[in-house]
C-alpha cells in the first residue's frame, strides 16, 4: 500500500462545512492528477460534481446513519460500459487505490475525528458501481482509526 504524501494533499471545505461541522450531511469528492500525484479534497454539504472528470476516478464519500449507527458510505464508479475488460481494470485500479484513498479522506478530515472520537470506530463501506454483477460489490473496509 502506498502511504500518504500530505504535501501532495489539498484539502477545501465549500457550502457551509467547517472543520468539525456537520456530522451529516458531511461529503468527500476526492480527486487526483496522474501529472503530478496531487490529491484534492473537497469537504462539503454537496458532492464537488465540479471537480468530477469524464474519467469518473474520483473517490465519493458520505457520513450517513444507518441502524442508529454512524458509517462512513464511499463510492467507486468503477463503470465499464459495455466493456468488460474495462471494468475489470478499472475495479482493480479501485481495490488497489482505495487504502490511499481512504487516508487521505480520513488525514483531511482528521480534526472531525478529532471532535467525533466515536466516529474514528464507525464502519466503512465501500460501494463498487459497475453494470457488471461481479464488480458491483458492496464490502466492508475497516473503520477510520485504520486509515489514521
Keep these: 500500500m502506498k502511504k500518504l504524501n500530505t504535501e501532495k494533499l489539498s484539502v477545501q471545505f465549500k457550502d457551509g462545512a467547517t472543520m468539525v461541522n456537520p456530522i451529516i450531511p458531511r461529503r468527500y469528492t476526492l480527486t487526483h492528477s496522474d501529472t503530478t500525484a496531487e490529491l484534492f479534497l473537497v469537504i462539503g454539504l454537496t458532492y464537488a460534481y465540479e471537480n468530477i472528470t469524464e474519467q469518473r476516478d474520483e473517490v465519493l464519500g458520505e457520513w450517513k446513519i444507518?441502524?442508529?449507527?454512524?458509517?462512513?458510505?464511499?463510492?467507486?464508479?468503477?463503470?465499464?460500459?459495455?466493456?468488460?475488460?474495462?471494468a475489470a481494470i478499472r475495479y482493480k485500479i479501485f481495490v488497489r487505490e482505495?487504502?490511499?484513498a481512504?487516508?487521505?479522506?480520513?488525514?483531511?478530515?482528521?480534526?472531525?475525528?478529532?471532535?467525533y472520537p466515536a466516529?474514528?470506530?464507525?464502519?466503512?463501506i465501500v460501494k463498487f458501481e459497475s453494470i457488471y454483477k461481479q464488480y458491483n460489490r458492496v464490502e466492508y473496509w475497516g473503520m477510520p482509526k485504520d486509515y489514521l
Design 119 to 124: 466516529l474514528k470506530n464507525a464502519p466503512i
Design 66 to 86: 444507518v441502524n442508529n449507527q454512524c458509517v462512513l458510505n464511499i463510492f467507486c464508479h468503477v463503470g465499464g460500459e459495455n466493456n468488460k475488460d474495462k
Design 98 to 100: 482505495l487504502p490511499l
Design 102 to 115: 481512504l487516508e487521505a479522506i480520513c488525514y483531511g478530515d482528521r480534526k472531525f475525528l478529532q471532535a
